[in-house]
């Protein structure tokens, strides 16, 4: 349950559990975490330099 204004949707095992349990992937929670909390992506490139 969320308490505080400052608190992260989703932050607690037991809410991604739930989550799970419902039939949501893990890729979907990770969408919803960002989502719900107002995170930005931004394109990152991992390939190592001069590949």
Known sequence: MI?????LFL???EERV?????????REIVALYLV???FETVG??????GF
Request: aromatic share 8%; proline share 4%; hydrophobic share 35%.
């Open 3 to 7: 308490t505080k204004v400052n608190e």
């Open 36 to 38: 719900l909390n107002s």
């Open 44 to 49: 990152v490139n991992w390939q190592p330099v």
């Open 18 to 26: 739930k989550l799970l349990r419902a039939g949501f992937s893990g």
């Open 11 to 13: 932050r607690h095992r």
